[in-house]
């Protein structure tokens, strides 16, 4: 979720946008739950903090739902895109407070394992947020993978970025219920 935030806000920035990215983490050991925020705007953000009431709320492991109440005070209109091979209809019905929520069910880490090979889902959930959301654009982002993801091979943020732009192209075959 660090690196998700990381590159959100920074395509923001290469969006000509103001964005602010933070993450929240307790123990410090592989695996522990994480929450990482990001705020974008068209104007300086001068809040700071924890965001209490998301616009978005992305899950890259549902399992994090049975360790922290992660749908509790959602407001009327927070999208939820969640990384699971449920589908959007089986997931509602099993979490019946977000039944009137805007939610989107992705296979992130299917994707990941396709493209590269491993469980990472967190650069192609990315292309699937920003086909349904337009919150930043595709030139954005491909800027923001390479200049977060500097440090490792060409070969693996292309390929982190083909899985993106594999999920983007997913939005056009999904409804949100």
């Known amino acids: 979720m660090v690196v998700t935030s990381r590159i959100l806000g920074t395509a923001a920035l290469y969006d000509g946008l103001y964005a602010q990215d933070f993450p929240l983490y307790g123990a410090a050991r ?12 068209d104007k300086p953000i001068l809040l700071r903090g924890h965001i209490a009431k998301p616009d978005i709320l992305i899950l890259l492991d549902e399992s994090i739902i049975g360790v922290k109440d992660i749908f509790s005070d959602l407001p009327d209109d ?3 895109i969640i990384n699971t091979t449920r589908n959007t209809g089986d997931f509602k019905n099993s979490h ?8 989107y069910c992705v296979d992130g880490t299917g994707l990941a394992l396709e493209y590269l090979k491993k469980p990472i889902p967190n650069v192609v959930i ?3 947020l920003i086909g349904i959301t ?3 654009t595709i030139d954005a982002f491909k800027n923001a993978v390479r200049e977060e993801l500097g440090k490792y091979p060409e070969d693996l943020i292309d390929k982190n970025i083909k899985g993106a732009l594999k ?9 949100a219920t």
Do not use: K, N, Q, Y
């Not at 592989?30 to 705007?41: E, H, L, Q, T």
């Not at 999920?167 to 409804?175: N, R």
């Open 30 to 41: 592989r695996g522990a739950p994480v929450m990482a925020f990001v705020r974008i705007d």
């Open 78 to 80: 927070c999208t939820i």
């Open 96 to 103: 019946p407070e977000i039944r009137d929520l805007s939610v």
């Open 126 to 128: 990315i292309g699937f």
């Open 134 to 136: 337009d919150l930043i």
């Open 167 to 175: 999920a983007h192209e997913l939005v056009t075959a999904v409804t």
